[in-house]
């Protein structure tokens, strides 16, 4: 039943190929890690329900291939998505540079200007770091984005970069309120006030 659901968003994960991309999404809507995790070809999709403040919001998460060959999937793949997750791999400084590129591309394309974006360093589990945490954090404070680290195989990150998430788009009505017509639900009132924090997660927008 879809009744009791606030409303459905649509987060895209985004990032050059073999960062952790699906290893995040599979880690995320089903708990799970496999080493051997092929590369994305052309779009997965998956769904996950998620409660946020005692409300049940149905993600509908799209991830794409990192290759140039798939970029004529790009502005379909982008309309009315309400969240964006950039992915970078700590231990590659050449993904981390990329950011630029996917950040630019997400602005192009984006058909919603106050699309919620964080920036994720995966694989903190790896010894072979090459992009310090206080380089994410300057990253994404200079963009005006969420931020946190984490590790698909640990799960050290995942569930909080996703809550955070969707929590910054539900305080954003004007991106979903479209989507949720019938329903009661009122953002920012006494009952729902807004949120930031930092734990393990840093909130810079």
């Not at 539900?170 to 807004?194: C, M, R």
Request: aromatic fraction near 10%; proline fraction near 2%; charge should be negative.
């Amino acid at each position: 039943m879809d009744d009791d659901i606030l409303t459905t968003l649509k987060i895209l994960i985004i990032g050059e190929s073999g960062v952790g991309k699906s290893s995040l999404l599979l880690r995320f809507t089903e708990d799970n890690f496999d080493p051997e995790q092929t590369l994305t070809i052309g779009v997965d999709f998956k769904t996950k329900r998620l409660s946020i403040d005692g409300n049940t919001v149905k993600l509908a998460i799209w991830d794409t291939a990192g290759q140039e060959r798939f970029r004529t999937l790009t502005p379909s793949y982008y309309r009315d998505a309400q969240g964006a997750i950039l992915v970078y791999d700590v231990s590659n400084y050449s993904t981390f540079t990329k950011l630029e590129t996917w950040l630019n591309e997400l602005e192009t394309y984006s058909t919603k200007s106050n699309i919620v974006k964080m920036v994720v360093g995966n694989k903190i589990d790896m010894d072979n770091r090459e992009v310090s945490r206080e380089e994410g954090v300057h990253f994404a404070r200079r963009h005006q984005t969420l931020f946190i680290e984490a590790s698909a195989k640990t799960k050290d990150g995942v569930q909080g970069a996703f809550e955070e998430l969707v929590q910054k788009i539900i305080q954003t009505p004007d991106l979903w309120e479209s989507y949720a017509i019938g329903n009661n639900f009122q953002v920012g009132n006494k009952d729902h006030p807004a949120q930031q924090s930092c734990s393990g997660y840093c909130s810079l927008i």
